[in-house]
């Protein structure tokens, strides 16, 4: 086999850079908008949720469009990055439209708003599918994919910095205004643009890899040839449930957060920001500790480990209260982004390699068309959650509004939808990856075992 040219650090962090602007657009949807339809803007939680749930169902037919798309890409500037540009400008033009509040409340605000999520939509997936289909083509090397996602992984900590912390501070500062909501809205779009067009410069030359014998061809035909390599991909397949169910927990963690840490705990926006700060700092210093863990046992291990974690912190959201002491507060939530963070790298670290895994076995170059069904069901997971949230809060009488006053069932709605949904969630998430995640070809449990970088 011909050696393959290696990727450089720095083309590894320009690469991963841009997961900072996609996930901070993650943070900004499913933390901060549904609380923004509700409490600024005066739609009944269950209609929020309603619009969020019909833009990912948009979305899953534009992820479908954008991985077959790149897929058969050809150009000077290679498969991934033309797409990546675009999806670059799209994204931060959606997020400057979605909480400008130029119409206010009413029917033409939410038209607006409807619009602005909707280019939001297109531009994180024009983006984000061809960059993360990059890992399984650039190298056939375990532990430069690993490498890879430990960056990953790091920027995407750093996004919870911007997207978690810094958005609910501004909204603070500002009083929870529509002006405050617009502030937000364009400086998270400006951090968006900057960190993935820094992405689309750094991957400039970076080798597709000849990792398969026959490349994507354009065409209905060979874009549904996809489904079949796919679902014989049963490594893939189970992370992918592994992954469904980390996504719902998160979600419903996000989108029920505004409304726990100001109608349960007292700490409003200012709590959300305390809690992402915690998460993002420990989330983001534990990814080195994350790795050396990944040298004495199996990726899928690690990663119950770390789903064990997220269940017992979860579920001890049930026990949180006014009256608990900072260090309390803080300490749960440090501890949430310790266990994100685990099972992050390591399963956005099997990613790559089940992809390549299926590609290499079908002989078809089809890693944007993984991407994208993998796009797929996060979006997916992310429309679920907060349509559920929203009926929850709705169906226990939760009122909308500024200054709206919340009975006992509506705040038990919320503590529910805080601990319980995402508890549940990742405790079926342990059972899967330890149960089901499995070579064919072996019949043996993936070691993950290989060498990581120091």
């Known amino acids: 086999m011909v050696p393959e040219p290696p990727v450089a650090r720095s083309q590894q962090i320009g690469w991963a850079v841009g997961s900072a602007g996609s996930t901070t657009i993650l943070y900004v949807l499913n933390v901060i908008l ?113 490498s890879l996602m430990a960056w990953r992984t790091f920027f995407i900590q750093l996004a919870s910095l911007a997207g978690g912390a810094l958005a609910p501070a501004m909204i603070a500062w500002g009083g929870s205004s529509l002006g405050a909501f617009a502030i937000m809205g364009y400086t998270m779009a400006a951090f968006v643009f900057v960190t993935m067009a820094t992405s689309v410069i750094a991957v400039g030359g970076l080798p597709e890899g000849d990792l398969t014998r026959e490349p994507s061809q354009p065409g209905l035909r060979h874009a549904l040839s996809g489904f079949g390599q796919l679902f014989a991909n049963r490594p893939f397949l189970v992370l992918l449930c592994v992954k469904f169910c980390g996504f719902i927990g998160s979600a419903a963690i996000g989108a029920t957060g505004l409304f726990f840490m100001r109608d349960i705990l007292g700490r409003g926006e200012v709590g959300m920001a305390q809690f992402a700060l915690a998460s993002g700092i420990l989330g983001t210093l534990s990814v080195p500790l994350w790795r050396w863990l990944a040298r004495g046992a199996s990726k899928p291990v690690i990663c119950a480990a770390a789903l064990g974690l997220s269940c017992a912190t979860s579920a001890s959201w049930l026990l949180a209260s006014a009256q608990e002491h900072d260090l309390v507060f803080l300490a749960r939530s440090a501890m949430a982004g310790f266990a994100t963070t685990g099972s992050l790298l390591m399963t956005l670290s099997m990613l790559p390699d089940t992809i390549a895994h299926g590609v290499v076995r079908s002989g078809q170059r089809k890693e944007g068309f993984y991407s994208a069904f993998f796009e797929f069901f996060q979006k997916a997971a992310f429309a679920i959650a907060p349509f559920l949230v929203g009926y929850l809060l709705q169906a226990n009488g939760y009122r909308s509004g500024p200054g709206a006053v919340q009975d006992a069932a509506a705040l038990e709605a919320v503590r529910l939808s805080m601990a319980l949904i995402p508890a549940v969630a990742q405790a079926l998430g342990i059972v899967l990856i330890l149960l089901f995640y499995r070579l064919p070809d072996s019949g043996q449990s993936v070691s993950g075992n290989e060498a990581l970088p120091a």
């Open 34 to 146: 549904m609380y923004y339809m509700v409490t600024a803007l005066g739609l009944d939680p269950v209609v929020a949720g309603g619009f969020m749930l019909a833009g990912r169902v948009y979305d899953a037919v534009i992820d479908l469009l954008v991985g077959h798309g790149s897929d058969a890409t050809r150009s000077r500037w290679g498969r991934r990055r033309p797409w990546m540009a675009a999806g670059a400008v799209l994204s931060a033009a959606g997020m400057a439209m979605l909480f400008s509040g130029v119409y206010g409340p009413g029917p033409a605000g939410n038209t607006y708003l409807v619009c602005g999520l909707l280019l939001t939509f297109t531009g994180y997936s024009t983006f984000s599918i061809p960059a993360s289909a990059m890992p399984a083509e650039i190298t056939r090397s375990a532990e430069v994919r690993t």
